[in-house]
């Protein structure tokens, strides 16, 4: 299976704490996307970062990459009770538009 | 905007019933996308279709069919449902011009099979 893996699984910090969440991935990749999924919706797409890109930056957020670990992390920084949800990072890899998911990261903000 | 939507959003289904789930999207994308989503196990693809007219099996296909109706609408078709397909189901759709393109979803369809 090429299905990354985040860690860790569950997190719970503070508002206004920051939040980091990792993911280790398989094989050769074109782009590591990060998503967010509120309970019962679907995933929202929040940051795509390339292959030859180290590090990326969006709001709150930031990504960075490592192609040599085979790894990506997503910081969100101030966090937010509204921050609370899961949290996919996706590799995009050779075929057209296909993604492999990871099994996600639940993060908790408490007010 | 609508962007992709999913019907129904809940179904109960005895096993061996039929059933297709609908989606649709509206961004004039030319990639659509099945998943399925378990506990524990993350985002799965079933089917994919690169563009209209193209469909093509992903990692878990079994018990399932596909047909890419127009560019807009991409349906699922479970033919004889078993438990083992009680699932939350989610459409997608990309642009699909090129490799680095971020998926839009649905909010899903919640399935159950008794």
């Known amino acids: 299976s090429q299905q990354g893996e985040e860690d860790p699984q569950a997190l719970s910090i503070q508002e206004g704490e920051n939040a980091t969440m990792n993911c280790s991935y398989k094989t050769s990749i074109n782009n590591l996307q990060w998503y967010r999924q509120n309970s019962g919706r679907g995933l929202v797409h929040l940051i795509l970062i390339r292959s030859n890109e180290r590090e990326k930056h969006s709001g709150r957020l930031r990504v960075t990459l490592d192609t040599s670990k085979k790894s990506s992390s997503l910081l969100i920084t101030a966090s937010r009770a509204a921050d609370t949800a899961s949290y996919f990072c996706a590799e995009g890899g050779s075929t057209l538009g296909r993604l492999y998911f990871g099994r996600g990261t639940q993060l908790t903000v408490w007010p | 905007n609508a962007g992709v939507t999913q019907t129904p959003k809940f179904q109960v289904l005895k096993t061996g019933q039929s059933m297709t789930l609908q989606c649709a999207q509206d961004m004039n994308h030319n990639s659509m996308y099945w998943y399925r989503q378990d506990p524990g196990m993350g985002l799965r693809l079933i089917y994919y279709s690169a563009s209209e007219g193209t469909t093509d099996k992903g990692e878990v296909p079994n018990g399932y069919n596909v047909s890419r109706l127009n560019k807009r609408e991409f349906s699922l078709r479970l033919e004889s449902a078993a438990p083992s397909q009680t699932s939350v189901y989610f459409c997608?759709?990309?642009?699909?011009?090129?490799?680095?393109?971020?998926?839009?979803f649905g909010d899903g369809t919640r399935l159950s099979i008794l």
């Open positions: 997608a759709s990309s642009p699909g011009q090129g490799l680095n393109q971020p998926q839009h």
